[in-house]
Each structure stands twice: as C-alpha cells, then as structure tokens.
C-alpha cells in the first residue's frame, strides 16, 4: 500500500472515532504519532551510532515500546497509556538547561498537541497502519513528502487560509539560482512544512564532504512557523533529513520589532513563500517603522526580510502581483527595497502554479544588497498545449531550463521572454513593477470565473487596509 493511500485509511479510522471533530483534529492527531514514530527511527540510528547513546524519550513511552507490535495493548488500556501516562509525561516534563536539546523539542512538540481519540481500539487500528510505513527505509523517508501534500490539501479543505503548498519546482528552482554555500545560514520565517528548508538542506549536504562539514551544515537551517501544525510537520521532516536538531521555531516572525534585530541574528540566505492577502493582527504593525505599518501579511514580511538579512545576503521569496503594481504602503517598501537592495530579477509565473489552493498569479523576487540600477524580468512560459497549470499538470523543475540557461547575470540578453527595467523608468512609474512583456504582443486575455472572483477579493482586501488606515490617519472612528 503506497504512503497515500495508508494515510487516506488512517483518516478514514479517525472519522469513526467519536471525539475527532473535522480535518483540522484528525490531521493533528496523525501529526503527533507520525512524530513519535519517526523521533524513535532516529533515536534507534542515533544509538547505532554511539557506544554511549542516551535515548531522550524515557523507557516505556517510545513508538517500539508500545505502539510497535501490532499485537500490543488496546481498548481502554491503551486509551488510558495515551492520556495519562504518554501525554502527561510530555506535558509535564521537567527540563533544564543541562538537558539534551532533542528534549526540549519532543516537549515543545506536545506542548500544542492532544489526543483526541476516544477509542482505544480505533487507536491501535490507526497505530498499526502507521506501521506498514518504514522510516528506517531510504525510501519511505522521502515520501514523507507525500504524507505532506496530502495533509496540505485537507488542511485546505478543513478552511485553513494560507496553508500554500509550493510545488518543489519552484522552490528548486528559487534554491538552483541562490545556490547556498556551506557555512551560509539559511532562513524561512514563515517556513510552513519546511519545503524551502529540506531544498536548501539537500544542495548544501552535496557540498559535505567530512564530519566537520557535518557539524556545520546542522547549524545551517533556520526556520520559524506561526501555526502549530506546519511546525510539527516541518520539524518531523527535518528530523527524517538527518538534521538531529532542528532549528525550527513555533512563534510568529512578525512579533518583534524590526529594529532591535542585532548583527548576529541576521542571515546570510532568505528563501520564503510568506502567506498573502492574509490580515495580521493588532499590535502586530507597531513593531515596524511608521512608513510600513500595514496589516498586510507578505507587505510585513518583506520588510523584515530587509532587517534580517546580513551585509552581503541575498535572498528568493514568493509575492503575488498585487505587489507589484500596489500603492500607498507598498510604494514605501519598495522605495526602500529598490535602494537598499539590488532587485536584479522577478521571474512572472503564469496563471495555475500554486493550484488548488489559489489562482491568484504570482511572482519571484531575487535580490541581494546593494542598490538597484535595472530590473531583469523573465516570463515563465507554460508548457506547449497548457492554459494554465492544474493540480494534474504541476509545474515541472525542467520547465526552467530556460531561466537556467539565461540566468548567467554577466551576459544577460533581451530575448521575447526576457526584458529589463532601469531605475529611472522605476521611479517615473512611481515604483509600479508591474511590467508587462513588451516583446510580445498583448492579446486579449480570458479568466475564468475563479480568476475573477480571486481578482476582486485581492482588490477588496486591499481597499479595505487602505481605507482603515485612511481613518486612522484622519482620526476617524467607525
């Protein structure tokens, strides 16, 4: 049975079971135990490796010690093992400074984390499909990133906005041209399941080459994610990439002030798909300059990428076109990005790429510090035949050949796909980035209705941030 279809039999249990109420609970329960299993994978590795292992998971609560055999304990008494002895361990667990680092993230784990199951036979059926999946094998780890967009697309359906999945194309494509060097630190503050962070980690673990480079590249990968769910899936899946301590935060990116940011918590490398056309909430705003304060999500992340990134850093994210051509607020920003940074190329994608989740067209953004004197941008083109992408036809890694091919930024050439900008038209334009293809001739275009309808609600939400900050400069009260 393939991964998907044992995660789709899983669920199918969970929908049996009395106290599991929607998507949103069945996706955290499988979350928890998909952890445990795989912590104790690693834990057995770890302990094959050392001649002094200590396992951080006590005795009696690992996966093998209860969950393992198929045979184990069921009913009532494996309900109550669960609720008051596996759970109340964790919960309570005593901690100090002195404590293996793995500790404080099985904790942090079960900090968010509930069983919310009420039988106890429907939890062995569940626990015992979880184990016709073997991650001590090569080749069951990697498709845990199956288990992944299978989570995503009910997280979606469950209604939880913002839970983009970015197909590995794009987020190959956006790590190929940044092309991280070991020793660099790398970031995602808003790294949802970690697909930019696993990316990175695989093209920088092709550069080790001892058990010094080793050590370095475990320090190399920073992530931060706001939702519990994201969090525990992108730290499972750091774990499964043989990063033995993940460094990745439950917290939100955006709940400190910009300018306390110091010289040693910026980084080398920010590759991010931040949530868009989200709204942020109060007090979130304060913690930047007044000539960015907005209550748009992408907008504030964009700013903070500015603060966060070192002297000579670079970085890649994931902006929608209602950036591109935005005012007011986003007209400061990118003052600012335009003159603090070097914005050497946006790569247009067409309509479709992040389907199902959302139609809304989108754009990637390269830059690094400096200043920009010209924009190079490139028109992703879509495959012979398409309209649009779909969830059946994804965008493909070889689909970028082109931009590969171009790319080299010494010997850029016009070409009908690829055009620049100077600064001084930039500027004219009253920092409008919205440029459209001027080698290709612009025939009428057809939306569909879900386009529409996406259109309007991007143009809605931004009227409505526009409007409340027009009162709130006027001093009018609603």
């Keep these: 049975m393939s991964i998907s279809a044992t995660i789709k039999s899983v669920q199918d249990i969970m929908r049996q079971d009395a106290g599991v109420d929607g998507d949103a609970q069945r996706i955290s329960q499988l979350v928890w135990m998909l952890f445990l299993k795989v912590f104790d994978s690693k834990e057995k590795e770890w302990d094959l490796l050392s001649d002094n292992y200590t396992f951080i998971i006590p ?37 100090t400074e002195k404590t293996d680092p793995k500790a404080f993230l099985v904790k942090s784990i079960f900090e968010d984390s509930y069983n919310y199951m009420k039988s106890g036979t429907l939890i062995r059926s569940v626990i015992n499909k979880l184990n016709n999946i073997d991650f001590d094998k090569t080749n069951d780890r990697h498709l845990f990133n199956d288990i992944y967009e299978n989570i995503l697309r009910d997280l979606q359906s469950a209604g939880n906005s913002g839970e983009y999945y970015t197909p590995r194309a794009v ?32 093209h920088l673990r092709k550069q080790v080459k001892n058990v010094e480079d080793e050590n ?22 750091m774990i499964l990439h043989n990063i033995d301590t993940p460094q990745i935060k439950h917290d939100n990116s ?21 949530p868009f056309g989200g709204i942020e909430e109060d007090g979130i705003q304060d913690n930047f300059p007044t000539a960015f304060k907005t209550k748009e999500t992408a ?22 076109d209602g950036f591109l051509f935005g005012e007011g607020v986003k007209t400061a920003i990118k003052e600012k990005l335009l003159s603090e940074f070097n914005l050497h190329t946006i790569v247009r994608l067409p309509n479709g790429v992040f389907a199902p989740y959302t139609s809304i067209n989108t754009n990637l953004l390269f830059l690094e510090r400096g200043k920009t004197e010209e924009i190079w941008f490139y028109e992703h ?46 500027k004219a334009r009253n920092y409008n980035l919205d440029f459209k293809n001027p080698n290709k001739e612009n025939d009428d275009i057809l939306y569909t209705i879900s386009d529409l309808i996406s259109m309007i609600r991007t143009s809605n939400s931004n009227i409505n941030i526009l409007l409340t900050e027009i009162e709130k400069n006027a001093g009018v009260s609603k």
């Design 171 to 202: 987020t190959q494509f956006m790590v190929d041209m940044i092309n991280p060097k070991l020793g660099e630190k790398v970031l995602d503050f808003a790294c949802g399941t970690g697909g930019f962070l696993v990316c990175a980690l695989e």
């Design 59 to 95: 005795d009696g609560l690992r996966w093998s010690d209860w969950a393992e055999d198929d045979e184990g304990i069921t009913g009532d008494e494996l309900l109550d093992f669960v609720n008051n002895t596996l759970f109340k361990t964790f919960k309570d667990w005593q901690l």
């Design 216 to 237: 370095i590249l475990q320090n190399s990968i920073i992530g931060v994610e706001k939702k519990p769910l994201p969090h525990m899936l992108c730290t499972t899946n």
């Design 299 to 320: 907008d504030l992340f964009l700013v903070l990428l500015m603060y966060k990134l070192n002297q000579t850093g670079r970085a890649a994210i994931v902006l929608p």
């Design 254 to 274: 955006l709940s400190y002030p910009v300018r306390d940011i110091k010289a040693n918590e910026k980084v080398d490398i920010i590759l991010t798909n931040p």
């Design 381 to 426: 083109q879509l495959p012979h035949g398409y309209k649009n992408y779909t969830k059946t036809k994804p965008i493909r890694i070889e689909e970028f050949e082109n931009e590969k091919a171009w790319w080299d930024r010494e010997n850029r050439k016009q070409t009908d796909c690829a055009w620049k900008v100077n600064i001084n038209e930039l």
